[in-house]
């Protein structure tokens, strides 16, 4: 199971959900450019000492990581407002790869028409979205709970 964002604007949400891969032993990958500098305090403090913990893949742009993706043969999945399917009804894999958009303006058509499926986290009536760090954590653990038969400390606990 991995975890990409593509194009990050909002440091704070991308130390985040690097922590949660950190802690929950995911591939996280981020495709260029971000919205912000590594260097960012607010990207640091996020993620706290977690960062040296994650297996972090850059990728210096969409065309970079759709050649990795190539290689890698995992299916893309995209998370949308603009999706008809729920997470909840979707089957995943181990080798999956869960993208997230920018937290501004989502994915281009182009990445969105690349995804092997596209799934929405549905929200009440009326609202915008979700946070991208807790719509990672929700779709990450969803995804887990469906191929992990436990966690790495041997804890088969349901």
């Known amino acids: 199971m991995r975890i990409a964002l593509y194009q990050p604007d909002i440091p704070q949400n991308t130390g985040t959900i690097l922590r949660l891969c950190a802690c929950l032993e995911v591939e996280a990958h981020i495709i260029e450019?971000?919205?912000?500098?590594?260097s960012d305090r607010h990207f640091r403090r996020a993620g706290m000492d977690y960062l040296d913990r994650v297996s972090i893949s850059r990728h210096v742009s969409w065309n970079a990581f759709r050649v990795w993706r190539e290689a890698?043969?995992?299916?893309?999945v995209l998370f949308?407002?603009?999706?008809?399917t729920s997470?909840?009804?979707?089957?995943?894999e181990d080798t999956d790869i869960l993208l997230f958009g920018r937290e501004s303006a989502g994915v281009p058509?182009?990445?969105?028409?690349?995804?092997?499926?596209?799934?929405?986290i549905p929200i009440a009536e009326g609202m915008r979205s979700l946070n991208?760090?807790?719509s990672a954590a929700m779709a990450l653990g969803e995804a887990l709970r469906q191929t992990r038969h436990g966690v790495t400390n041997g804890d088969n606990a349901p």
């Open 33 to 38: 450019p971000a919205g912000f500098p590594v």
């Open 72 to 76: 890698d043969g995992g299916r893309l």
């Open 80 to 84: 949308t407002t603009k999706a008809a």
């Open 87 to 92: 997470y909840l009804a979707h089957r995943y």
């Open 109 to 120: 058509d182009e990445v969105a028409e690349s995804a092997d499926q596209r799934l929405l």
């Open 132 to 134: 991208i760090a807790v």
